[in-house]
């Protein structure tokens, strides 16, 4: 059974397109159209709405273990005061892949990048418990990843 988008103009097919680029973010124009059922200028046509509109992004994702950065983790922070501001100096981190805030136990989560277990503890010693709108921390090693997929 499918369901219809209407949210920001995505419609079913415009959905489609994106579960094609999702699968594979190199797919042809000409091989989408023939899945989605549109011409290879419409396909084009939808694909820069959507990129344009922020929808959506068609971006080269590595993994982080093939380019020396051996050390993953999932940080969840307590906060004082306004989060923005905490959520936006986190952000403004290159090691900081991921931010959101949330309900629960934490205000705050943050996916971090490092190279090894020296720099993980440099940045959240001496950058991000330096907050001082930081109340606590809690960090969560990766030791394997399961998955990791890009999907609705």
Request: proline share 3%; glycine share 6%.
């Amino acid at each position: 059974m499918s369901r219809t988008f209407a949210v920001n103009g995505i419609d079913d097919v415009s959905r489609r397109i994106i579960e094609q680029l999702q699968e594979d973010g190199r797919r042809s124009y000409g091989a989408i159209a023939k899945v989605v059922g549109l011409s290879e200028a419409g396909v084009r046509q939808r694909v820069q709405k959507l990129i344009e509109s922020g929808v959506m992004q068609i971006v080269a994702v590595t993994d982080p273990m093939k380019v020396g950065r051996f050390r993953q983790a999932m940080v969840g922070l307590k906060v004082q005061g306004p989060v923005e501001p905490v959520a936006d100096a986190l952000s403004a981190m290159p090691e900081v892949v991921y931010v959101v805030t949330c309900a629960g136990s934490f205000d705050l989560l943050c996916e971090v990048v490092c190279e090894d277990d020296e720099h993980l503890a440099e940045l959240i010693s001496e950058r991000i418990r330096s907050n001082p709108n930081i109340n606590s921390t809690e960090t969560f090693v990766y030791l394997r990843l399961s998955k990791d997929a890009y999907r609705w």
